[in-house]
């Protein structure tokens, strides 16, 4: 149990996240406007999206398909009839004076996700509900002083709204939901999970309590669109309610805003503990049903699911739970080591992955798809490595030169010359030149300090430029130290 030191004693944090991720969609739920990132302000907007009078919504079905393929990639139960409601409340980026969203008859309900922690621990965290809305417009407050003005391009975007149950009870658990989650939803397409521009946003609950107690009062934090964001926050609302409370006062339901430069949350605005939004079946739009046909369709499209994927893995490949968990985080990546695992050794495909090459694109800041060592390439080197044309430490300079020039490992060897040296004269004869100049290291090996075998074996690869086999090394300068 993750629990929190107060100056009066244990706490625990409630944690249950909103999660808002627009469906991968070319039109929106309700119209055919388009909905392509960054366009023009005002420029993807349809009569139905602008509320004209007289304007009727017609329901994408492709929409509603994603919301059912992630509904199935969730474990949870797809409600064959759901209905469309309309969620009443006045904002200027409304046009409507409501929101067509679902409440009572969601279209998918209750479902589960394991996710992977860092202790190496898997816990379960249940799904509440999965439903369909579209989104609202967007107000600009820094485009002119004392004005905001409103672009309408995103109002109807098709959104996915997928609540947890409030199962979470560290940021460290919540931050590992919501990588999880984007991995589903981007193994399936149905969301491309770009937090940066918007397209999966999150909203988070957050609630103390002594362990094992009633439930507190909780807090929402709005519009969180970063997972180191999300951690934060939670982090801070944790300890500024455990305060409130530790020094006799009480906490208010309330909305909250996360000030990222701060670090901080602030109250956005109170909410009572039921708001009044008059929910109302929408008169436009039929009940939403469809048969089990469809549903299957939907489950016979999904792809290897990441948890299914990783499970193999380890079967085929005889991999550490980390290890394919860590591969299996992005599709692409999971694609690109099978690619080069194929025929090889697949566990020192997998180490030179999430240490160099990983390591390398962090530093470089391209995801795998743009890395300019190639699935293939990477193969190859690993080749190298296995037929002893290369030791595992020339290997790591031949991967620095194939990242800067696109080369294969082969080129690199062969135009640097980095062929691993195995013929036994030739090292017996670095050797026996390294014993002869360091005689009183000898005498002292000999004498019981068996720990300079060690500088023995570093003089011996200096002397042949690293090219030395060391396996080799190691068995002829055993002989030769202990003749």
């Known amino acids: 149990m993750s629990l929190i030191r107060g100056n009066t004693g244990d706490w625990e944090i409630v944690i249950g996240l909103e999660v808002h991720a627009q469906v991968s969609s070319n039109a929106?739920?309700?119209?055919?406007?388009?909905?392509?990132?960054?366009?023009?302000?005002n420029t993807q907007v349809s009569l139905i999206d602008a509320a004209m009078p007289g304007m009727l919504p017609v329901i994408n079905e492709w929409c509603v398909a994603q919301a059912v393929r992630t509904g199935i990639a969730l474990n949870a139960q797809i409600n064959r009839h759901s209905v469309f409601?309309?969620?009443?409340?006045?904002?200027?980026?409304?046009?409507?004076?409501?929101?067509?969203?679902?409440?009572?008859?969601?279209i998918v309900g209750e479902?589960?996700?394991?996710i992977d922690l860092d202790d190496g621990e898997t816990m379960t965290v249940g799904i509440e509900r999965l439903h369909l809305e579209q989104d609202a417009?967007?107000?600009?407050?820094?485009?002119?002083?004392?004005?905001?003005?409103?672009?309408?391009?995103?109002?109807?975007?098709a959104l996915m709204e997928i609540v947890s149950k409030p199962d979470m009870r560290s940021p460290e658990q919540a931050g590992a939901y919501m990588r999880k989650l984007r991995t589903i939803l981007r193994y399936i397409g149905s969301c491309d999970g770009n937090m940066e521009e918007g397209s999966l946003r999150c909203d988070a609950n957050v609630s103390v309590r002594r362990p094992g107690g009633p439930l507190g009062t909780r807090c929402e934090i709005k519009n969180l669109n970063s997972i180191r964001h999300i951690m934060r926050a939670i982090e801070f609302e944790a300890h500024r309610q455990i305060g409130i409370i530790e020094d006799g006062g009480s906490i208010s339901q309330e909305t909250r805003l996360y000030d990222v430069n701060k670090g901080e949350t602030r109250t956005m605005r109170s909410k009572e503990?039921?708001?009044d939004y008059r929910y109302f079946p929408d008169p436009d739009l039929l009940?939403?049903?469809?048969d089990e046909a469809f549903v299957e369709t939907q489950r016979a499209a999904l792809p290897e699911l990441p948890d299914a994927k990783k499970a193999r893995f380890q079967d085929q490949y005889g991999l550490s739970a980390y290890d394919a968990g860590v591969l299996v985080g992005e599709q692409v990546s999971a694609d690109f080591f099978e690619t080069a695992a194929k025929g090889r050794d697949a566990?020192?495909?997998?180490?030179?992955?999430?240490?160099?090459?990983?390591?390398?694109?962090?530093?470089?800041?391209?995801?795998?798809?743009?890395?300019?060592?190639?699935?293939?390439?990477?193969?190859?080197?690993?080749?190298?490595?296995?037929d002893g044309t290369i030791s595992g430490r020339i290997a790591k300079e031949v991967f620095a030169e194939m990242l800067e020039t696109g080369e294969t490992a082969g080129q690199v060897v062969e135009r640097k010359g980095l062929k691993q040296v195995s013929d036994e004269g030739a090292i017996a004869a670095a050797i026996d030149q390294v014993i002869a100049a360091n005689p009183d290291k000898l005498a002292e090996?000999?004498?019981?300090?068996?720990?300079?075998?060690?500088?023995?074996?570093?003089?011996?690869?200096?002397?042949?430029?690293?090219?030395?086999?060391?396996?080799?090394?190691?068995k002829l300068l055993n002989d030769k130290l202990n003749a």
Do not use: C
Request: charged residues 20%.
């Open 28 to 41: 929106k739920l309700f119209s055919g406007a388009a909905t392509a990132y960054g366009a023009e302000p």
């Open 85 to 106: 409601d309309r969620k009443n409340y006045f904002y200027p980026d409304l046009p409507q004076g409501y929101q067509i969203s679902q409440f009572k008859q969601p």
């Open 111 to 114: 479902g589960r996700m394991v």
């Open 137 to 157: 417009g967007k107000s600009m407050h820094d485009q002119r002083p004392g004005e905001t003005l409103i672009d309408l391009n995103r109002s109807g975007v």
């Open 273 to 275: 503990e039921a708001h």
């Open 287 to 290: 009940p939403l049903k469809f």
């Open 347 to 386: 566990k020192l495909v997998a180490n030179w992955m999430s240490t160099e090459l990983f390591g390398a694109l962090n530093r470089l800041s391209k995801g795998i798809e743009e890395s300019p060592v190639s699935a293939e390439a990477l193969g190859g080197l690993v080749d190298l490595i296995q």
């Open 445 to 474: 090996y000999r004498g019981g300090k068996t720990k300079l075998a060690g500088f023995f074996v570093g003089q011996v690869m200096k002397a042949t430029g690293g090219k030395a086999n060391p396996q080799v090394v190691n």
